[in-house]
């Protein structure tokens, strides 16, 4: 299935998705590469923001891309697998069954299936800037990312059959 409909068949059902892509077998290629995907786009999500504080203040639109670009593809990646990690260990506190593939797949995935409220969230604050409708667009996406992350890891950490 194109990635693009995993995505939209996420927000319909995210443990059907996530049941899929775990039946695929762990391939950790395939995992950096949603992450390294949701990503990018995350940072592509940046431009319209940072185009508009570079106007507002007067500073130099590059060095905030690039500052942006180091941290979207080089740190995020790095602190997404730690988060992971220690979500895993937490389900095992509390009797998950998983894989440390599983519990990436799940976060990295969930957070690949957000990113098209994360390009509204870029475009409002790009257009529209700091105020209430930033802030719904903000927990629109936290409430979307954190049902699709527990969901997903619930079926992650489900004992197999």
């Known amino acids: 299935m194109p990635v693009t409909s995993d995505i939209t068949a996420t927000y319909r059902g995210p443990r059907r998705v996530m049941r899929r892509l775990l039946s695929m077998g762990p391939r950790e290629d395939r995992a950096l590469a949603i992450l390294m995907g949701a990503c990018l786009i ?28 180091l941290g979207w593809i080089f740190i995020a990646p790095l602190m997404l697998y730690a988060l992971a990690g220690l979500s895993h260990l937490i389900a095992r506190l509390i009797g998950g069954r998983g894989s440390w593939f599983g519990a990436r797949l799940a976060l990295f995935w969930s957070f690949l299936a957000s ?21 719904a667009v903000g927990l629109i996406w936290l409430v979307v990312f954190a049902w699709f992350w527990i969901a997903s890891l619930l079926q992650a950490e489900e004992p197999a059959p």
Not at 44 to 65: C, D, F, K, Y
Not at 115 to 135: D, W
């Open 42 to 69: 995350v940072f592509v999500a940046q431009m319209p923001r940072l185009s508009r504080e570079a106007h507002l203040t007067g500073q130099e639109l590059n060095m905030l891309l690039g500052g942006a670009l």
């Open 115 to 135: 990113t098209p409220v994360l390009l509204l969230h870029g475009l409002v604050a790009g257009f529209i800037g700091p105020g209430p409708g930033l802030q």
